[in-house]
């Protein structure tokens, strides 16, 4: 098999399986977390459930990470903070602006998106953004390996959910810049590690990216509904 | 038998020598060697014997042969075309029928192990080969015999390097480029949709004056030729580092020639000159035409997703439906297990239960 034979494979059937896989994955995690159920509350709301939802993810997404040395976690581990805040950042700007992928997005959601479609980032801008999170991925795991506290949480599934992020990362990014290896060769390896993460979010950590607007607008709600602060 | 060398050919048709010291450099320079070599290749070009070519042309469009006899080259197309004796061409010879069959087999036995066959179009294998025969013989049969005593052997076009067109799904024909099917045989492909005609003369003419197959990749092309992405040499390269994208054939960014990356451009991974030698004596190539590069020197390149469709999507994704019964199929797996895991709870709570009605009485 050559390596364009191992091309058209990683983007066609392995692809396909790896996605197939993610969708269901994702579906059943969901349904066992909601599962897993709530206690009824009958008191009545102190505060508006709605409004809650749309301040929690207001303050999570827009409002903290710009001012983060209101929050605990920035004042006792500001690199950790900043790393996982540029990580994030980049990841996200990646994943959505960057060019080539923005191209993915257009085909796989051309069915429903009705010609929606929205532009990419300059390639400068979005391959510094990728050099930072890259570098921000090697601070914490520098972090991770070397700080006592984090050494007794860290386990196998911790490490390969790292891996497994960080390779389609690295591998991008050396596409994009066509560096080491020729195009089509970072190509086969950036999509094979895709399809490897896509295959392994449903099954560790990773599937945060999903959960966390689940989790962000229970909690709104139900804060809300106490009158608490998220 | 041994033909004339190529100087006293040229002689024989009234080139004087400081044409044949002009054509030498041309060449030179045409191969990609220094100009120190310049001599090399004289003495060479006095030394060596004209070569007799056979072309074969099984399931094609003979694009390829239009493409070289419109090389505007004129030395190394006279090489190519006059001085190398092409002996068969169907395209080109005036023989027909037998008479014509009849002198490629005097051919192969005259010059066996000094010819040069070069192959265009791809070979049915599906049937026994049914779908293409030359004088009662399938093009398999064919090019296995003659290619058996060839000295050097050119796959001319995507179609006999790789299979090209009649390989494209579903392949009714079996179609195969001719080194799936010479196997124990180095064949030099020379692909493309044409091929580029100074890379086929050139590296005929390469094997003509050093006696020897250029440099290959890992896929037999000539790195001399395809070392280079289309990509790479692209005039539009700094729009796609600069991300100014043509979105559509006719917005404001197509017309002010940014990059065509969107529009499905396969520049980045196909290896081809076309950038830098570009076609029609260096005036321009489809990029610079305004349409994407299609990557028609890389195998399979009829079925690497659309023409338009850009190389990052990939090329095969879930239909909604698929995806939908994907999702249904995880969400009922994870209810499955919630419920089975509620029973088990409920069936480890019951005997503890009743040792604790039992206790209280």
């Not at chain 2, 099917?181 to 020379?190: A, M, Q, R, Y």
């Not at chain 2, 850009?310 to 019964?325: C, K, N, R």
């Amino acid at each position: 098999m050559t390596t364009l034979e191992m091309l058209d494979f990683a983007r066609g059937e392995f692809f396909y399986g790896a996605l197939l896989f993610f969708i269901g994955g994702m579906s059943y995690r969901l349904v066992q977390v909601l599962g897993l159920g709530w206690r009824s509350d009958r008191t009545a709301p102190k505060k508006s459930q709605p409004l809650g939802v749309v301040v929690s993810f207001l303050r999570g997404i827009l409002i903290l990470p710009f001012i983060p040395w209101v929050r605990g976690t920035f004042q006792r581990q500001p690199i950790v903070y900043i790393a996982g805040g540029l990580f994030h950042l980049g990841l996200f700007v990646v994943i959505f602006f960057g060019t080539a992928h923005v191209m993915v997005w257009r085909d796989l959601l051309g069915s429903v998106s009705l010609g929606f479609a929205w532009p990419s980032l300059a390639l400068p801008l979005v391959d510094l953004l990728a050099a930072v999170a890259i570098v921000a991925m090697l601070v914490l795991l520098m972090y991770r390996l070397t700080h006592p506290v984090m050494q007794k949480l860290t386990g196998p599934a911790d490490m390969l959910n790292w891996l497994f992020v960080f390779l389609p990362m690295i591998t991008g990014y050396l596409l994009t810049n066509q560096a080491f290896l020729r195009y089509e060769e970072m190509f086969l390896l950036h999509q094979m590690t895709v399809n490897i993460m896509l295959i392994w979010i449903p099954l560790g950590r990773i599937s945060h990216f999903i959960f966390y607007f689940f989790s962000r607008s229970i909690h709104g709600s139900e804060y809300a509904k106490r009158g608490a602060q998220v | 038998m041994a033909t004339e060398k190529i100087y006293e050919a040229w002689q024989r048709k009234g080139i004087s020598r400081r044409d044949f010291l002009k054509a030498g450099a041309i060449i030179t320079a045409a191969l990609g060697l220094s100009a120190s070599e310049v001599d090399k290749v004289m003495a060479l070009l006095q030394e060596r014997h004209r070569v007799p070519v056979i072309w074969l042309e099984f399931q094609d469009c003979a694009g390829c042969t239009e493409s070289i006899a419109r090389s505007q080259n004129p030395t190394l197309s006279s090489l190519v075309l006059n001085t190398l004796t092409i002996e068969y061409h169907e395209t080109l010879m005036a023989a027909a029928g037998f008479q014509a069959e009849d002198n490629r087999r005097r051919i192969m036995q005259d010059y066996r192990g000094e010819y040069v066959l070069v192959v265009e179009g791809s070979v049915p294998t599906a049937d026994d080969g049914v779908y293409c025969t030359i004088g009662g013989h399938s093009a398999e049969d064919l090019l296995k015999e003659t290619a058996e005593g060839a000295a050097a052997i050119i796959a001319v076009g995507n179609c006999a390097a790789y299979g090209g067109i009649p390989k494209a799904k579903p392949n009714p024909t079996g179609a195969k480029g001719i080194d799936e099917i010479l196997t124990d045989k180095t064949v030099v492909n020379i692909p493309g949709c044409p091929a580029i005609p100074e890379a086929m003369s050139n590296t005929i003419t390469h094997f003509v004056v050093f006696g020897e197959l250029p440099e290959l990749d890992e896929i037999g092309r000539p790195l001399a030729y395809y070392r280079n992405t289309v990509h790479d040499r692209c005039l539009k390269r700094p729009f796609y580092e600069a991300g100014k994208f043509a979105e559509s054939f006719d917005d404001e960014g197509y017309r002010a020639g940014w990059c065509l990356f969107k529009l499905g451009c396969k520049g980045p991974t196909t290896y081809n000159a076309c950038a830098s030698l570009k076609w029609n004596e260096g005036t321009s190539f489809p990029i610079q035409a305004g349409h994407p590069c299609i990557g028609c020197s890389q195998p399979n390149f009829w079925d690497q997703g659309g023409f338009y469709t850009a190389q990052s999507a990939p090329l095969m994704e879930p239909s909604l439906p698929m995806a939908l019964i994907a999702a249904g199929v995880g969400a009922a797996a994870g209810a499955g297990v919630t419920v089975a895991n509620r029973m088990g709870k409920k069936k480890d709570a019951e005997p503890a239960s009743q040792e604790e009605e039992k206790a209280s009485e």
